[in-house]
């Protein structure tokens, strides 16, 4: 692109997609990556211009830039309160980590929040797992007489849900009157 011929364009095109940066991130607080992806899209389909990909993305890229420069977005923060939003839902520490690996962020960040959860719970799977059962009404939530056959059915949920074996099994296996007492510690 030449900067020098194209000056205005270049310059609207900036201005407006640095404007439709700043409303998307007043609205929805989005990770870096759903902010490229968002002005990527917007541009395709408001703009319809006839610049190189190559030449957009590099907008973007700076438009990005100068937003975390200005603290705007921060992945570590969107990271740590999606992971506590998630965890409260009753996600597995690996539903957490695979939604947070799909919203663009990087390793790091996902292993640090996740870091953080275990160390202010002892068990955050195990907790997350019950909340599930709660929600579902599944394993000990079910009548007793329906229990056995809706075990495997149960199981398949909470595999599903991202929860290993063990765990699965250990909550399967407890009785209404143990459940409920350990709910209401969580």
Same mark, same amino acid.
């Given at each position: 692109?030449?900067?020098?011929?194209?000056?205005?364009?270049?310059? &609207?095109?900036?201005?407006?997609?640095?404007?439709?940066?700043? !409303?998307?991130?007043?609205?929805?607080?989005? $990770?870096?990556?759903?902010?490229?992806?968002?002005?990527?899209?917007?541009?395709?389909?408001?703009?319809?211009?006839?610049?190189?990909?190559?030449?957009?993305?590099?907008?973007?890229?700076?438009?990005?830039?100068?937003?975390?420069?200005?603290?705007?977005?921060?992945?570590?923060?969107? !990271? &740590?309160?999606?992971?506590?939003?998630?965890?409260?839902?009753?996600? $597995?520490?690996?539903?957490?980590?695979?939604?947070?690996?799909?919203?663009? *962020?990087?390793?790091?960040?996902?292993?640090?929040?996740?870091?953080? *959860?275990?160390?202010?719970?002892?068990?955050? &799977?195990?907790?997350?797992?019950?909340? +599930?059962?709660?929600?579902?009404?599944?394993?000990?939530?079910?009548?007793? !007489?329906?229990?056995?056959?809706?075990?495997?059915?149960?199981?398949?949920?909470?595999?599903?849900?991202?929860?290993?074996? &063990?765990?699965?099994?250990?909550?399967?296996?407890?009785?209404?009157?143990?459940?409920?007492?350990? +709910?209401?510690?969580?």
């Amino acid at each position: 692109m030449d900067p020098i011929s194209n000056k205005k364009e270049f310059e &609207d095109l900036t201005a407006n997609l640095r404007d439709l940066a700043y !409303s998307y991130i007043e609205k929805y607080n989005p $990770s870096k990556q759903q902010t490229k992806t968002y002005l990527l899209k917007k541009y395709l389909k408001k703009f319809q211009g006839s610049k190189v990909k190559k030449e957009i993305t590099e907008i973007i890229d700076n438009i990005v830039l100068g937003l975390e420069k200005n603290h705007y977005l921060n992945d570590s923060l969107y !990271s &740590d309160s999606k992971a506590r939003m998630f965890l409260r839902r009753g996600y $597995s520490l690996n539903k957490i980590s695979y939604s947070l690996k799909s919203k663009g *962020i990087g390793y790091e960040n996902i292993k640090l929040s996740l870091e953080k *959860i275990k160390n202010k719970k002892s068990d955050p &799977d195990f907790s997350s797992a019950m909340k +599930i059962c709660k929600k579902r009404r599944i394993g000990p939530m079910r009548p007793e !007489s329906n229990r056995e056959i809706f075990y495997k059915k149960d199981m398949g949920i909470l595999a599903r849900s991202g929860f290993s074996y &063990d765990i699965s099994k250990k909550i399967l296996s407890m009785t209404q009157k143990e459940f409920n007492q350990l +709910i209401k510690l969580t």
